[in-house]
C-alpha cells in the first residue's frame, strides 16, 4: 500500500519537456473524439479531460450503443477504453511516435464498436503536424509523467474548493488539451465585447464563442520552450487595465 507524504514534486520543464511534448498529442487525440462525439456545451467544456484517481480521463462519452470512457493511467502508464456494453480494450504507454499512438487509439476505439473519425491535426501549436504524419521518435518518462500528474491532483483539489464558494455559473475543474492547462472559470453573466481571436490553428469563431461572456479564470501550464517553467496563471476578459496590480 502506498504511503502519500503530500510533497509537491520538483517540477523542472527541462526534465518534462519532452513528455510532456508526447502527452500533449495524446490529450489531443482523445479530447478530439470527445469532441466529435459529444453535444457542444457552451464554452466547449464537453471537449475537456478530467482527472481522475489514476490520470486523466475524458469521463462518459455518448455513442451508438451508449457510453465509453477512454482513460490515461499514468500510475500504470496504459491507456484504457471502456464502454457502457461491456467493451475493454488496453494497451501500454510508451516511447514510440505520435503516428503509432494515432492508430493504436483508431484501432483500439474500433475494437470496442465505437466508429469515430477526428479532425487528425493539433490545435492550439504553431507547428501542426497532423498526427499520422507524425514519425519522429517520441519519449514518454513514466517518472516524468507521474510526477506532473500528482502536481494536477493537487492542484484540482484546490481549484474544487475554490469553485465551491462561487454561486454564480462557474465551469467544472478541467484539463484544456489545447494548451495543457488545467483551469476553472468564472462568469459574470453579462457578455463581453467580440473576442478578436489570435490562438494558432484555432478558429476565431470558438474562441468567440468561448469568451462570448465576461470572464474570470484561473489555471496552472507547465511551461513552453518560450517560458521554461510551471506556472500558475490568473486573467479575465475583458480586462481592465489595472487587473495585473
Known sequence: MSKSTHNWPVLDFHYLKDTIATVHMWTQMIGKVRLKKSPWINHSWQVTLYLSA????????????????????????????????????????GAATIADFYHTLMEKLKAV?????????????????????????????????????????????????????????????????????????????????????GAPNMPVEVMQEAYSHEVSSCGFWPGSEAFPQPVFYSYCYPTPDDFAK
Open 54 to 93: 489514476t490520470g486523466l480521463t475524458t469521463g462518459s462519452i455518448t455513442y451508438e450503443d451508449g457510453i465509453f470512457q477512454i482513460d490515461l493511467d499514468l500510475v500504470n502508464h496504459q491507456l484504457h477504453i471502456t464502454t457502457s456494453t461491456g467493451g475493454k480494450c488496453s494497451g501500454s504507454l
Open 113 to 197: 464498436g465505437v466508429n469515430v473519425e477526428i479532425y487528425a491535426v493539433p490545435n492550439e501549436l504553431e507547428t501542426a503536424i497532423p498526427f499520422a504524419e507524425n514519425t519522429a521518435p517520441c519519449v514518454y518518462n513514466p517518472e516524468a509523467m507521474h510526477s506532473l500528474w500528482q502536481a494536477l491532483v493537487s492542484i484540482n483539489n484546490v481549484f474544487l474548493r475554490f469553485r465551491a464558494g462561487f454561486l454564480g455559473k462557474c465551469s467544472p475543474v478541467h484539463f484544456f488539451w489545447g494548451a495543457f492547462d488545467l483551469a476553472v472559470t468564472r462568469f459574470s453573466g453579462r457578455t463581453a465585447p467580440k473576442h478578436p481571436g
